[in-house]
């Protein structure tokens, strides 16, 4: 299946900044002629450049509310981190009853499923507790990062599906048997904290195909949500089925707190990721660790960029809400979840494959010949990986020389060498001719100015430093 990249870049908005290029985890953005391109197929969707561009030239992307009318009957599936936009005086209850009023004929709570999820992990870790550390599969972004940068880990990948897939799964079974609909015409629709999640819907990793229809933002319902709790605050509620267990996956340790892991490690932030991962790689990591749960957004999955409140009021907000539900299963939930596991219906339904697009051709022999000319070529470079030329590291705009997506004059520091090199040519060819008449002379002189101006060309990093104050 073809990788999905839920990153769009207005190229009106983009200015060539190339603030994104030194943000990007993968190298996934180039800027040329003036406007930045993203890779789709380096792309993890993990939205650091849409943090970090000051135009909001990248946007992310969701799907719009019209997609609804393609389904005779809607099912919302909200994400735990939805709880956490609005204030602590709406209970879940109330916040169930607003998303259903909303457009949607039913709801199914993504943190119910997640209640499900957590105990198939624990059941998994403890059939193969030897065979780790596992890392979770929730956040897609980490997933797509490991296929990427770190292929020797997806077998790491914890091989069990993501609570929105076994929401989506769980809902179409309730309303295909209760409101007796044809599942074809049941339509599930993620309401989602991220594009992440977006991408993983439109190309599945554990799956042929997703069981979810649609993702929504939740940024994009929030106003009409805040508008139907204003109504709904003094009226009838909608019931909560998740625990407080299944609502916290929503932040960082939330996840690894339902699981009830014994040896674990909580870790967000994609750099910070990068860091730890390498360590697993390079077998320098304590393998007493069994479980990592890993997080692309700060905070948690209330740090995505499709949410509305800040992260670290959302994470405060969410710990409130849980404190709202039992933290335990009725009699009897849990080992009806030890049942489905052992039946293997949390299962992923194939692996996780690393992404194959380091090679710079196809063929064997001319990859080969093509990565000893970038060595070349990267010997000439400065090795500042400044990110004047458009791409982000030296490295890389040796790779793009290669394969013809670049040249070295784009790299200011060559520039700068060629044009002093032509002036002085120039220079030397025009003295050897005897200026006879006033246009030669003024030629001559011409060519002294470009000399001189060429030798003033500085390099593009003493062009950003700041002026020292006196």
């Known amino acids: ?5 839920s990153i769009f870049l207005d190229e009106t908005r983009c200015t060539g900044c190339t603030n994104c290029i030194k943000r990007c985890p993968t190298e996934a953005i180039r800027v040329r002629e003036g406007k930045a391109k993203i890779f789709p197929e380096l792309c993890i ?6 943090r970090i561009c000051p135009n909001r030239a990248p946007v992310p992307q969701a799907d719009s509310k019209e997609i609804l009318s393609n389904y005779r009957y809607k099912i919302a599936l909200p994400d735990p981190a939805i709880f956490a936009q609005f204030k602590t005086k709406y209970t879940p209850h109330q916040i169930l009853a607003a998303i259903a009023a909303v457009g949607f004929d039913g709801v199914y709570e993504v943190a119910r499923a997640a209640d499900e999820v957590s105990v198939a992990i624990r059941e998994f870790i403890a059939d193969h507790k030897e065979e780790g550390p596992w890392i979770s599969s929730s956040c897609p972004a980490v997933v797509h990062l ?6 020797t880990l997806t077998e790491q990948i914890l091989p069990i599906l993501s609570p929105v897939e076994i929401a989506a799964r769980r809902a179409k079974e309730e309303a295909a048997l209760q409101a007796n609909i044809p599942r074809q015409e049941i339509g599930c629709f993620y309401l989602t904290p991220c594009p992440a999640q977006v991408a993983a819907i439109r190309s599945p990793y554990f799956l042929e195909k997703s069981n979810v229809d649609g993702a929504l933002a939740i940024s994009s319902l929030y106003s009409e949500l805040r508008v139907k709790l204003a109504k709904l605050e003094k009226q009838e509620e909608s019931p909560v089925k998740a625990t407080s267990l299944g609502l916290a996956w929503g932040r960082i340790g939330g996840q690894t707190k339902a699981v009830q892991a014994d040896n674990f490690l909580t870790l967000d932030g994609v750099f910070n990721l990068l860091e730890l991962l390498e360590e697993i790689e390079l077998d320098r990591f304590n393998n007493n660790v069994d479980f990592l749960e890993c997080q692309n957004c700060q905070g948690g999955c209330v740090g995505g960029i499709f949410t509305a409140e800040n992260p670290f009021v959302a ?13 335990k299963f009725e009699p009897g939930h849990e080992e009806r979840i030890r049942q489905y596991y052992r039946e293997g219906f949390y299962n992923a339904e194939k692996k996780v494959e690393p992404y194959c697009i380091m090679s710079l051709d196809q063929d064997i022999s001319k990859a080969i010949y093509m990565v000893e000319q970038s060595e070349k070529i990267l010997k000439h470079l400065p090795g500042l990986d400044c990110g004047a030329c458009g791409s982000p590291t030296c490295r890389t705009l040796a790779e793009d020389i290669v394969r013809g997506l670049a040249s070295e004059t784009d790299c200011m520091f060559i520039l700068r060498e060629k044009v002093q090199s032509l002036a002085e040519q120039m220079l030397s060819l025009a003295l050897k001719v005897p200026p006879v008449t006033v246009v030669q002379r003024q030629i001559m002189k011409t060519q002294q100015e470009v000399l001189e101006l060429a030798k003033r060309i500085p390099p593009p990093l003493a062009r950003r430093e700041p002026k020292k104050e006196d």
């Open 45 to 50: 969707n993990c939205s650091e450049c849409v």
């Open 315 to 327: 994470r405060v907000t969410l710990r409130r809400m849980t404190n709202k539900l039992p933290a």
């Open 146 to 151: 490991i296929q990427l940068r770190f292929p």
């Open 1 to 5: 299946m073809e990788k999905y990249c």
